[in-house]
């Protein structure tokens, strides 16, 4: 049963540490996304992959995020430093995702991790 | 900035009745899918629909789609307790990335 697998399920940080979560997509994957979600401002798309290259992170603060895949079986999302609105619960999710030239018409389902729950003292 | 507006924000119906909910979009898209979150859980994929369907089945479900108007509906019928949770649209625009909505909380009591 493929899934996408994130840790840590839970951090309670202090300001100013550095967070790292970790995300392991589904096996044969190439596109990879990073989302956050508050109640305020529901899921904010902060970066994502195709085959491990970044495409676009312009919803990420960049002086403090930073998302990498360092091979196709992990992804990273780091803050540092951490602050207090940070805190949220971050989503990874992966798909199967065309390029444009492949004509785009097959564009798939995304697949969620259960998320990892950050809070910020 | 969000592409997809689910409305209404929330919806409380009695187990056995149908539950409506719409999403409007900005830009043209290739599909539009629905997604469902439980409490505490990520997101699960329910329907797609591409820019060249108009309405869609599974099971209980039924999406409708209107490119003329950028907005599509999903209609739960018969709904249960278990279809408690908050549901969210998503356009995905040629292979791009993904943006989803503010979602909608559906209440069904029982």
């Known amino acids: 049963d493929a899934r996408v697998t994130q840790t840590p399920r839970h951090k309670v940080t202090e300001m100013g540490q550095e967070v790292t979560m970790r995300c392991q997509p589904i096996l044969g994957h190439n596109t990879v996304f990073w989302y956050r979600q508050t109640m305020m401002q529901g899921l904010e798309l902060l970066a994502y992959f195709r085959n491990r290259a970044p495409l676009d992170d312009s919803g990420m603060p960049k002086d403090r995020f930073s998302a990498e895949m360092p091979d196709a079986t992990l992804a990273t999302l780091k803050i540092q430093p951490s602050e207090p609105r940070d805190s949220a619960v971050y989503f990874c999710?992966?798909?199967?995702?065309?390029?444009?030239?492949?004509?785009?018409?097959?564009?798939?389902?995304?697949?969620f991790g259960e998320g990892s729950r950050l809070t910020v003292l | 900035s969000q592409q997809g507006e689910e409305d209404p924000q929330a919806l409380s119906i009695q187990e056995g009745e149908n539950a409506t909910m719409n999403c409007s979009y900005k830009?043209?898209?290739?599909?539009l899918q629905w997604y469902r979150q439980n409490s505490g859980r990520g997101l699960v994929h329910l329907i797609l629909i591409r820019s060249n369907e108009r309405e869609k089945h599974s099971g209980r479900l039924r999406v409708t789609l209107d490119t003329s108007k950028k907005s599509s509906s999903l209609l739960i019928t018969a709904s249960r307790a278990a279809d408690t949770a908050s549901y969210f649209c998503?356009?995905?625009?040629?292979?791009?990335?993904?943006?989803f909505g503010p979602g909608t909380r559906l209440s069904v009591l029982p």
């Open positions: 830009t043209s898209i290739n599909n």
């Open positions: 998503a356009t995905a625009n040629y292979g791009q990335n993904f943006v």
């Open positions: 999710a992966s798909g199967l995702v065309p390029s444009l030239g492949a004509g785009g018409m097959n564009t798939g389902e995304l697949f």
